[in-house]
């Protein structure tokens, strides 16, 4: 059996591979790979009958993946309940579960707690507590020139304004969701903040994350990503407070292994993820090496015995898969872009706002 890995899980599948060799006999190879390269090659290799057994991946794959006929579901039986339900979600299309999931991630409030004591409930309130801690900026948020739809989508969210219309099992449908007068509603939101300074596209992520670790604001929003740039800050991790009234739902992302729909090894393959990589000292060993929290509730338990991975993960709880269906390909290409020409002032926040929507609309429809 071979297992395609990158090099941050790259042990952890090993040590696993090798438990799972001791008990069944199998023989199983690790085949080291870039990240950027696994998605391409799987899709190139797998329809040729090349390609290994089991990838690692990301959920967000996984509309491409079935579209392409490349991964086989996982049998995960009563072991689904035994993982974060966001993570089963993000990995489920059409009733089936097509991944094993190992790590969830998402964004939160990161709070300086020396210039913020206390998690801050709405929008206002974070932007009042900036002000009165005297920081150069209230809250920092990467919004550059280009936009960054990911990191203001919890904001989007609180509008009541999702990107798609979300099935009762966590999966999508590829009607949008975004428009509307909740989308103007949040459009007329994000001109009324680029106007009073709280949002602005010169803030990168490089000079947001530079700022937040200089002390020159109580907030940032972002991912455990960000958390090595912030070593000797006292920090605590919060829900993103909402600024339209409804919850602020930021993105998951959620990792995980998939099992290539032509291998001859199948019931192997599904045999290991079950029964070999979702085990607590296996989804830990892939946190300690990937700093995201486990997507397995008995791992995630012990990884929040840190309290900043116990903060994402409770943001976490309220968060909604990235869709992964094609269609999401078409939104990205108007979404960002558009959030930054609002906030600048460049364009009337309705209007453009609309015009993002059809042009979405026409591209889904032209696809």
């Known amino acids: 059996m071979t297992i395609w890995t990158d090099e941050t899980r790259k042990d952890a599948v090993e040590a696993a591979a090798t438990a799972f060799e001791e008990e069944t006999g199998a023989t199983v190879e690790t085949v080291l790979k870039n990240f950027e390269d696994i998605r391409?090659?799987?899709?190139?290799?797998?329809?040729?009958?090349?390609?290994?057994?089991?990838?690692?991946?990301?959920?967000?794959?996984?509309?491409?993946?079935?579209?392409?006929g490349v991964v086989a579901p996982i049998e995960l039986g009563d072991k689904a309940s035994e993982f974060e339900t966001v993570a089963i979600e993000a990995f489920t299309q059409d009733g089936q579960v097509y991944g094993l999931p190992y790590a969830v991630e998402n964004i939160g409030l990161i709070r300086n707690t020396a210039l913020a004591p206390e998690a801050p409930a709405t929008w206002d309130d974070a932007v009042a507590a900036g002000q009165a801690a005297g920081t150069k900026y209230p809250v920092l948020i990467q919004v550059s020139e280009e936009g960054d739809p990911y990191t203001m989508y919890p904001l989007q969210t609180s509008f009541g304004a999702p990107v798609f219309v979300q099935n009762d099992d966590g999966s999508y449908s590829p009607e949008?969701?975004?428009?509307?007068?909740?989308?103007?509603?949040?459009?007329?939101?994000?001109?009324?903040?680029?106007?009073?300074?709280?949002?602005?596209?010169a803030i990168t992520y490089d000079i947001a994350v530079e700022a937040f670790a200089n002390g020159e604001s109580p907030f940032i929003i972002g991912g455990p990503w960000m958390i090595a740039s912030f070593e000797g800050l006292d920090l605590a991790v919060d829900p993103i407070p909402s600024a339209g009234g409804e919850p602020a739902q930021p993105f998951a992302g959620v990792q995980g292994f998939y099992v290539n729909a032509k291998s001859e090894n199948a019931l192997l393959a599904n045999d290991f993820l079950?029964?070999?990589?979702?085990?607590?000292e296996a989804q830990l060993a892939l946190y300690e090496a990937g700093d995201r929290p486990p997507a397995l509730v008995a791992a995630a338990d012990s990884a929040s015995s840190d309290p900043v991975t116990a903060g994402f993960r409770e943001v976490g709880t309220n968060a909604v898969p990235m869709p992964s269906i094609p269609e999401m390909g078409a939104v990205w290409n108007f979404w960002g872009v558009t959030e930054a020409a609002i906030v600048s002032g460049s364009q009337e926040p309705v209007a453009a706002w609309e015009k993002m929507v059809s042009d979405i609309q026409g591209a889904l429809d032209a696809a």
Do not use: R, Y
Not at 180 to 199: S, Y
Not at 274 to 280: A, I, K, P, Y
């Open 274 to 280: 079950v029964n070999f990589m979702s085990t607590e």
């Open 40 to 68: 391409a090659d799987f899709l190139a290799q797998v329809p040729t009958g090349e390609g290994p057994d089991i990838t690692v991946g990301a959920h967000d794959w996984l509309g491409e993946m079935t579209a392409n």
């Open 176 to 201: 949008l969701a975004l428009g509307g007068e909740p989308g103007n509603a949040f459009a007329q939101w994000l001109a009324a903040q680029g106007e009073a300074g709280t949002l602005d596209t």
